[in-house]
């Protein structure tokens, strides 16, 4: 049997992984022109509304609004939408912390739900058994880029009366029954920080085909102006989550190459899914035809300990990283993160927020035996992909 790298044997890989981000003169010639021209804010400039505008068409919105970032995304739409002091949002246990703060930062409280072992997204049934009469609205998330459950989470709050935002901070293209996600719920934001598929460093952006929301949103992310109004004319509290020129330019360029990345990564995903489907010891997630496009911002699948000797999963992402494959561990539950464990504090500055009996086991089950890799491993070859499956399979056959 072959001696693994960690063991002192000879790695399956030593070359490297396609870079991140990928870029050429066009984000440069883009960038010289913002520079050039002076105008280096929204409020003067060409290249937000260009972009807002096509980043609307291709996620089949009626309306986009360009902000600082993923974060205050989400935080901007719960304002709009009137969600605070008093409310509830629910949203996964199993996610980025910022699904949770931004519900934190409106005064709002967040209600942890469990997630699908199949998806890694809300469970809709969770999401029907956490309804209170505080609720106001539901935060699924598209983790990895895979749509949530929108017609489960949809038909739960339309007969609830809330109101759904979708995080697809990691959903770019993505696309739940030939729909492209964000603009299916009230609003939808997404995230452009270093590593998502589409980026710029840092920024984000809502979409919604709600008219007025639209315009609340625009108003939150603008110190509080309405559209039409003075300078000087405040209507609601809001802040300055303008983003600059130069960041829409950038994306503007990236922009420029998404759609064949994203075919290319979910080319080289379902691909690499066939050949760990027969390694024992590993569940690859589950398919849905009603998810017809995927954005594959993350691939994950799921180890047994048992098949890998006992090993638990620190171990193997040590093994596989001797191997030259980069992976890492998925998300720890968010009620067990600090914020919360401690009391998370409300809307009147206490720490009145108690998580400590929330236990949602899916989610602890996925941050203990969920393997992730990252978007660039997605954009190489088949051969990378075999190599990963190769060093998968050469580990457990080595500790099974």
């Known amino acids: 049997m072959e001696r693994l790298a960690i063991d002192g044997g000879t790695p399956v890989r030593t070359k490297g992984w396609p870079k991140w981000p990928i870029w050429d003169d066009t984000e440069e010639r883009l960038l010289l022109d913002v520079l050039r021209s002076g105008q280096w804010w929204s409020v003067e400039g060409t290249q937000v509304p260009a972009f807002e505008e096509e980043m609307a068409r291709l996620h089949g919105a009626r309306h986009c609004c360009a902000v600082t970032n993923g974060s205050h995304a989400l935080e901007i739409v719960l304002r709009a939408l009137g969600v605070g002091c008093g409310d509830d949002v629910i949203v996964p246990a199993y996610t980025f912390m910022a699904t949770a703060s931004s519900v934190l930062a409106v005064g709002a409280r967040p209600v942890f ?8 997204n809300m469970d809709p049934d969770a999401v029907a058994a956490a309804a ?24 739960v ?16 293209l993505a696309r739940w ?9 009230n609003a939808g934001t997404f995230s452009f920080q270093a590593s998502k598929n589409l980026n710029s460093g840092e920024g984000g952006a809502i979409v919604t085909n709600d008219d007025r929301l639209a315009d609340d949103i625009w108003s939150v992310h603008n110190v ?4 039409g109004g003075r300078w000087y004319e405040h209507a609601v509290l809001g802040s300055n989550y303008r983003m600059t ?3 829409a330019a950038i994306l503007r360029g990236q922009m420029t190459r ?5 075919d290319r990564r979910g080319a080289n995903a379902e691909y690499l899914t066939e050949l760990l ?4 010891g590993v569940t690859v997630l589950d398919a849905d035809p009603r998810v017809t496009r995927h954005a594959w911002h993350l691939f994950s699948f799921w180890i047994d300990p048992a098949a890998f000797g006992g090993r638990d999963l620190a171990a193997v992402l040590s093994a596989l990283g001797a191997e030259g494959i980069p992976a890492d561990q998925s998300y720890p539950p968010l009620y067990r993160e600090d914020l919360f464990a401690r009391g998370a504090p409300g809307c009147c500055g206490r720490c009145d927020f108690q998580y400590g009996a929330v236990r949602c086991p899916v989610s602890e089950d996925a941050h203990q035996r969920v393997v992730r890799m990252h978007q660039p491993n997605l954009l190489g070859t088949r051969a990378d992909m075999d190599d990963i499956a190769t060093a998968v399979s050469r580990i457990q056959k080595a500790w099974g």
């Open 245 to 247: 020129e130069f960041q």
């Open 258 to 262: 998404l759609e064949e990345q994203t």
């Open 224 to 227: 509080g102006r309405r559209r």
């Open 132 to 155: 209170t009469a505080r609720t106001k609205a539901v935060i699924p998330v598209h983790v990895g880029g895979r749509p949530a459950d929108l017609d489960g989470v949809l038909a």
């Open 157 to 172: 709050a339309s007969r609830q009366g809330w109101a759904v935002v979708e995080d697809a901070a990691q959903a770019h």
């Open 277 to 280: 489907r027969g390694i024992p």
């Open 177 to 185: 029954r030939g729909r492209a996600v964000g603009a299916i719920g």
């Open 113 to 120: 739900v469990d997630i699908l072992p199949g998806s890694l």
